[in-house]
């Protein structure tokens, strides 16, 4: 087996027995049930925002913190918080304690990052098209194998949503025991960084007897030297090289490094947004996902509260067909014509989403039948990963290799911040209106529906600037 291969085998495994998480699709039925005996109000007003506002403070600093720390450490981190979170909820049954358990989990969804950037520092660059879709493959596979299990064990009796824990717990631990055996990484995006000097003649970087590098090449910052490469297409880029073209060089002072790091972190960001098509794209995707994780988040308090008489059993049922549905849309979105996608018509294809968006989640808000909300949301997530997998793809085109983890991760920030002022406005008991589920999902809907307004007053614009310009 190819090492690349190899790497892209081990790391999936991590993802999907991370993803075998059967209790999900019933925590809200397991918090309000006998076990814990919780009220609709505690789980969705005073305990879950918690995990929101503690996924929000943790995101930039785990970022961060795992490109220091080189991706592995936080893996297991992530392993390591999935155990804490299961077992408390599992083995504890007071209202604080599942607060405290919430600030695990936003630990727990931070740290995912490190599975996804994992990867890009592991292999060679002209296998990173093949290793992406095998991690996303893995997470899809998983969910939809663990919802799966969820419903045919609750339908058939064999488990009650309490015992569902500990086959998620099971699947933590051993996604933590197997992390433990990941290779370890020895560069990263920005604090460890790699040179180019493999492909340059020997005669180029002579070393000194001590085994530094020249004088010249010391006292050249490696930001400097990716300001060159802009201005003369003649010499090798210094990104994120494949780790077989070049060796590792160590910068003398740490403090240098650091802040090469900074810098050049800036450098990424600049570049990329300042990108009017990134911009655009960006746009969407960071309130988009906003609402998107806003409504997955509380979603089985609506159907929970559309039919109290009897307990919402088809929730796994439907979580694996929207995992499904949403890894052959994403397939199909991703042969999804790039020319149809021009100014306008991009415009006008985001605008139409969200108003489709916002009208599905409408449907499942206002309605009395449980399997008419079922269908309605999904319908929305069906759209969501059609859209969103077109925006991740638009974003990609537009900037460099390096520039991803900096740009999605920055665009993710975004969408945590704006979803913690959703739930501080709407659902925290706390927050501004603190609202019921009925008036949360209603302000839900109409969140999508004025997105979709947003980028019908862009595309307005953009009409009367093109018009402006032809008559000049």
């Given at each position: 087996?190819?090492?690349?291969?190899?790497?892209?085998?081990?790391?999936?495994?991590?993802?999907?027995?991370?993803?075998?998480?059967?209790?999900?699709?019933?925590?809200?039925?397991?918090?309000?049930?006998?076990?814990?005996?919780?009220?609709?109000?505690?789980?969705?007003?005073?305990?879950?925002p918690i995990g929101t506002y503690s996924y929000l403070a943790q995101l930039a600093i785990i970022f961060l913190v795992t490109d220091l720390l080189r991706y592995k450490p936080i893996i297991i981190v992530n392993g390591a918080a999935g155990i804490i979170v299961w077992s408390m909820l599992t083995w504890t049954t007071s209202l604080n304690a599942l607060k405290v358990l919430e600030i695990f989990y936003g630990t727990y969804c931070a740290a995912e990052v490190a599975y996804f950037s994992y990867i890009y520092a592991k292999v060679d660059r002209e296998h990173y098209q093949k290793v992406t879709s095998h991690t996303r493959a893995a997470i899809y596979s998983g969910r939809f194998f663990a919802a799966s299990l969820a419903q045919l064990l609750v339908y058939f009796e064999a488990?009650?949503?309490?015992?569902?824990?500990?086959?998620?717990?099971?699947?933590?631990?051993?996604?933590?025991?197997?992390?433990?055996?990941?290779?370890?990484?020895?560069?990263?995006?920005?604090?460890?960084?790699?040179?180019?000097?493999?492909?340059?003649?020997?005669?180029?970087?002579?070393?000194?007897?001590?085994?530094?590098?020249?004088?010249?090449?010391?006292?050249?910052?490696?930001?400097?030297?990716?300001?060159?490469?802009?201005?003369?297409?003649?010499?090798?880029?210094?990104?994120?090289?494949?780790?077989?073209?070049?060796?590792?060089?160590?910068?003398?002072?740490?403090?240098?490094?650091?802040?090469?790091?900074?810098?050049?972190?800036?450098?990424?960001?600049?570049?990329?947004?300042?990108?009017?098509?990134?911009?655009?794209?960006?746009?969407?995707?960071?309130?988009?996902?906003?609402?998107?994780?806003?409504?997955?988040?509380?979603?089985?308090?609506?159907?929970?509260?559309?039919?109290?008489?009897?307990?919402?059993?088809?929730?796994?049922?439907?979580?694996?067909?929207?995992?499904?549905?949403?890894?052959?849309?994403?397939?199909?979105?991703?042969?999804?014509?790039?020319?149809?996608?021009?100014?306008?018509?991009?415009?006008?294809?985001?605008?139409?989403?969200?108003?489709?968006?916002?009208?599905?989640?409408?449907?499942?808000?206002?309605?009395?039948?449980?399997?008419?909300?079922?269908?309605?949301?999904?319908?929305?997530?069906?759209?969501?990963?059609?859209?969103?997998?077109?925006?991740?793809?638009?974003?990609?085109?537009?900037?460099?290799?390096?520039?991803?983890?900096?740009?999605?991760?920055?665009?993710?920030?975004?969408?945590?911040?704006?979803?913690?002022?959703?739930?501080?406005?709407?659902?925290?008991?706390?927050?501004?209106?603190?609202?019921?589920?009925?008036?949360?999902?209603?302000?839900?809907?109409?969140?999508?529906?004025?997105?979709?307004?947003?980028?019908?007053?862009?595309?307005?614009?953009?009409?009367?600037?093109?018009?402006?310009?032809?008559?000049?």
């Amino acid at each position: 087996m190819q090492p690349w291969l190899k790497i892209s085998l081990l790391l999936c495994t991590f993802g999907f027995l991370k993803e075998i998480r059967p209790s999900e699709p019933f925590i809200v039925d397991y918090l309000a049930g006998p076990w814990r005996n919780l009220t609709m109000e505690q789980i969705i007003q005073e305990a879950f925002p918690i995990g929101t506002y503690s996924y929000l403070a943790q995101l930039a600093i785990i970022f961060l913190v795992t490109d220091l720390l080189r991706y592995k450490p936080i893996i297991i981190v992530n392993g390591a918080a999935g155990i804490i979170v299961w077992s408390m909820l599992t083995w504890t049954t007071s209202l604080n304690a599942l607060k405290v358990l919430e600030i695990f989990y936003g630990t727990y969804c931070a740290a995912e990052v490190a599975y996804f950037s994992y990867i890009y520092a592991k292999v060679d660059r002209e296998h990173y098209q093949k290793v992406t879709s095998h991690t996303r493959a893995a997470i899809y596979s998983g969910r939809f194998f663990a919802a799966s299990l969820a419903q045919l064990l609750v339908y058939f009796e064999a488990m009650d949503y309490r015992q569902l824990n500990y086959l998620s717990l099971a699947a933590q631990i051993s996604a933590t025991v197997w992390a433990l055996f990941l290779p370890s990484v020895p560069t990263s995006m920005y604090f460890h960084r790699r040179t180019l000097t493999d492909e340059l003649p020997e005669t180029s970087t002579p070393e000194l007897p001590n085994g530094s590098a020249t004088t010249a090449d010391k006292q050249e910052p490696m930001v400097d030297v990716m300001a060159d490469d802009r201005s003369d297409d003649s010499k090798p880029p210094v990104g994120v090289i494949a780790p077989s073209e070049r060796r590792h060089l160590q910068t003398p002072f740490r403090s240098t490094r650091l802040k090469e790091a900074f810098v050049l972190l800036w450098t990424h960001f600049r570049t990329s947004f300042t990108n009017r098509s990134v911009l655009q794209w960006s746009v969407w995707y960071g309130l988009a996902m906003a609402g998107y994780i806003q409504i997955l988040a509380y979603v089985q308090a609506l159907w929970s509260s559309i039919d109290e008489t009897q307990p919402a059993v088809w929730n796994g049922a439907v979580e694996a067909a929207v995992t499904l549905l949403g890894a052959i849309v994403s397939l199909l979105a991703g042969y999804f014509h790039s020319g149809f996608l021009k100014p306008r018509t991009s415009l006008l294809s985001l605008a139409l989403l969200s108003f489709a968006a916002g009208g599905a989640m409408m449907l499942a808000t206002n309605t009395g039948n449980l399997i008419v909300s079922y269908l309605g949301y999904m319908i929305f997530c069906v759209l969501y990963a059609f859209a969103i997998t077109v925006v991740s793809a638009e974003i990609a085109k537009n900037i460099s290799d390096d520039c991803f983890g900096l740009v999605f991760g920055f665009n993710t920030l975004v969408a945590l911040s704006l979803q913690t002022l959703l739930t501080f406005s709407v659902t925290d008991s706390d927050g501004w209106f603190a609202l019921d589920v009925f008036g949360q999902f209603t302000v839900f809907s109409c969140y999508f529906l004025v997105l979709g307004g947003i980028y019908t007053a862009f595309l307005a614009a953009e009409i009367v600037a093109s018009a402006i310009r032809r008559y000049r």
